[in-house]
């Protein structure tokens, strides 16, 4: 390829949209602090989503924070090792010791068939993170919840838009965080909410992100900062509008690696989403088998040298980082074998229809 081809590309408006959305900004003078445009997205994204209430974050990470000590967290949560660095770190960030259990060998995501075997007194929650999008087994972990009496807390970060017969993704569990960070499939340009029920948590959220402050005299909560700016929530009003098409053509450029990759001996495509999942498309991983010939880091190096950059997404497991190494006794011999065998290949709506036919090709050639 002429250009690099990255794993994803970040979804813009048209700029002239965004130059004149921007006028709004300066004829009030609000650039932070839930100005008006951050009201209009909060209560679109609401609608969009399908959920009860929603609170908007500077970005994903804080939200998962802000989530965990507004559900009072402590002690013990039992999560996947299969995740993004920041699930993880939230938890550790606020003191909390994870747990980590296996992911079923199927869609990737938590086994709930070993959740209730890693249950101690001390702990409080399971945090389950939708891995690609693709919907846990939301009502074994409510079951399980239930049974043991604790919260779930999912981290949604990859499953924008995602619902279960025509139920929004974010109304399972006690909470879910949402990232609306570029690299995702709806982003204001960094950014994330959360989505609950129990209508307590609206105003503890509000102090949380805005450092405790009730009012001009008062700060009642040790809070942070992660208010969303008025400039994010105007990338986040454009894209809104854009974002239904961005879903259906990444619908199709799945479907065309899906025609192109599926009788290669030794791949291992994502399940096709159950009729009643309405799916969002957001990465396309592969799994290398022993059957495909080459190892999956050979397969990333020949792609590489066609200046096409796949991402190994999630590799290392999160229990392999320094930062947490020897740390956590875990044994996730699932997630170690497909975090060593997993590629996510390039996808964004518009990436040309050529450029999948040839990563296709050089996958199917080896070479
Ligand atoms: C992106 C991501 C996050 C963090 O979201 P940011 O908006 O980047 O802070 C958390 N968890 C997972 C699984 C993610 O992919």
């Not at 039992?78 to 747990?99: D, E, Q, W, Y």
């Not at 980590?100 to 199927?106: A, G, L, Q, T, Y």
């Not at 020949?302 to 020897?326: A, M, W």
């Not at 997630?335 to 964004?348: E, G, H, M």
């Amino acid at each position: 390829m002429d250009k690099p081809v990255y794993v994803t590309k970040p979804y813009l408006p048209p700029f002239d949209e965004f130059v004149e959305g921007l006028k709004e900004i300066w004829d009030s003078n609000i650039l932070t602090n839930m100005g008006p445009i951050h009201n209009r997205l909060a209560s679109k994204l609401q609608e969009y989503l399908k959920v009860n209430q929603i609170a908007l974050i500077l970005n994903g990470h804080l939200a998962l924070e802000i989530g965990i000590q507004t559900l009072g967290l402590k002690g013990e949560v039992i999560t996947t090792p299969f995740t993004f660095a920041s699930t993880t770190h939230a938890l550790v960030r606020n003191g909390i010791k994870p747990v980590f259990c296996d992911i079923n060998p199927e869609d990737y995501n938590i086994d709930c068939s070993k959740i209730e075997s890693l249950i101690s007194e001390k702990t409080t929650a399971i945090m389950p993170v939708h891995v690609y999008g693709t919907p846990c087994d939301v009502d074994t972990l409510d079951k399980i919840a239930k049974k043991y009496n604790l919260q779930v807390f999912y981290d949604s970060a990859h499953a924008f838009g995602v619902e279960i017969n025509d139920t929004g993704i974010g109304n399972f569990g006690d909470m879910s965080m949402f990232s609306f960070h570029a690299t995702k499939v709806y982003n204001t340009i960094e950014g994330g909410c959360l989505t609950f029920t129990n209508t307590d948590y609206e105003r503890i959220i509000y102090l949380l992100k805005n450092f405790g402050i009730a009012g001009p005299e008062d700060v009642l909560l040790t809070g942070t900062n992660a208010k969303m700016n008025e400039f994010q929530a105007l990338m986040g009003l454009l894209n809104l509008n854009h974002v239904s098409e961005e879903i259906v053509l990444r619908k199709q450029k799945v479907q065309l690696y899906r025609d192109n990759l599926s009788d290669i001996s030794g791949l291992e495509l994502l399940p096709v989403p159950k009729n009643q999942v309405k799916s969002n498309y957001a990465y396309f991983p592969i799994l290398i088998g022993d059957k495909y010939g080459i190892s999956r880091d050979d397969l990333a190096e020949v792609l590489q040298k066609h200046n096409i950059y796949p991402r190994k997404y999630f590799y290392p497991l999160v229990t392999e980082f320094t930062c947490y190494k020897g740390m956590f006794s875990a044994e996730t011999p699932i997630a170690k074998d497909v975090a060593s065998r997993v590629l996510c290949l390039p996808i964004w709506g518009d990436i040309p229809d050529e450029t999948i036919l040839k990563i296709c090709m050089i996958i199917r050639e080896k070479r």
